[in-house]
């Protein structure tokens, strides 16, 4: 089984900010294959599907963005997965929006949820794709996080979001995470 971890915040306030970019990948997805994330354990909405034989495992933590791992880790736990079966899509300031950016291990680079999920998991190996947001230009930081994306950065976001699901895709169909780094970033 493959896990699918969108990191976000919950609730109608939240939908579609920059912050919930991860969301926004893991409802791409669900839009796409009719996955309905309508389970919820362990403080997550759920969604599953088989997808060429794989069971796939669609989450989103309702647990808000700085304690993702604490619904994250126990999941893992819970249906035995090793991380090598796990992806997290995150947002990216870093990158410029448009751009995703896989990685199999990393530091959380001032991520509150990646820092949650490090510490729940234990260990930052595991496999990611940032979807990048761009940096705040006169706004603090978690106002331009908290906000919506502008309309001229929603052309860009979108084919980052189709991108995105290309990769998922390509990951359940068993290609090693290496080389879709090497095709995507």
Same mark, same amino acid.
């Given at each position: 089984m493959k896990m699918i971890v969108g990191l976000g915040n919950? #609730?109608? !306030?939240? &939908?579609?900010?920059?912050? $919930?970019?991860?969301?926004?990948? %893991?409802?791409?997805?669900?839009?796409?294959?009719?996955?309905?994330? $309508?389970? !919820? &354990?362990?403080?997550?909405? =759920?969604?599953?599907?088989? =997808? $060429?034989?794989?069971?796939?495992?669609?989450?989103?933590p309702l647990t808000f963005m700085n304690e993702s791992g604490r619904s994250v880790g126990p999941l893992m736990k819970y249906f035995k997965l090793d991380l090598s079966d796990l992806i997290v899509i995150?947002?990216?300031?870093?990158?410029?929006?448009?751009? %995703?950016?896989?990685?199999?291990?990393?530091?959380? #680079? #001032?991520h509150n949820g990646i820092k949650s999920l490090i510490a729940h998991l234990q260990t930052d190996k595991f496999n990611r %794709? &940032?979807?990048?947001?761009?940096?705040?230009? $006169?706004?603090?930081v978690v106002n331009y996080v908290l906000?919506?994306?502008? &309309?001229?950065?929603? =052309?860009d976001l979108d084919p980052a979001l189709d991108r995105?699901?290309?990769?998922?895709?390509?990951f359940i169909d068993g290609v090693d995470f290496n080389k879709l780094e090497n095709k995507y970033n």
């Open positions: 919950v #609730g109608p !306030q939240y &939908k579609e900010t920059r912050h $919930n970019t991860g969301f926004m990948a %893991i409802d791409a997805f669900a839009e796409k294959h009719g996955v309905e994330l $309508n389970t !919820q &354990k362990m403080e997550a909405k =759920i969604g599953t599907t088989t =997808i $060429n034989g794989e069971k796939v495992m669609l989450v989103e995150y947002d990216d300031m870093d990158l410029p929006v448009g751009k %995703i950016r896989l990685r199999t291990h990393g530091s959380a #680079g #001032g %794709i &940032k979807v990048g947001t761009d940096h705040p230009t $006169n706004e603090s906000g919506q994306f502008t &309309k001229d950065q929603r =052309i995105t699901v290309d990769a998922i895709e390509e």
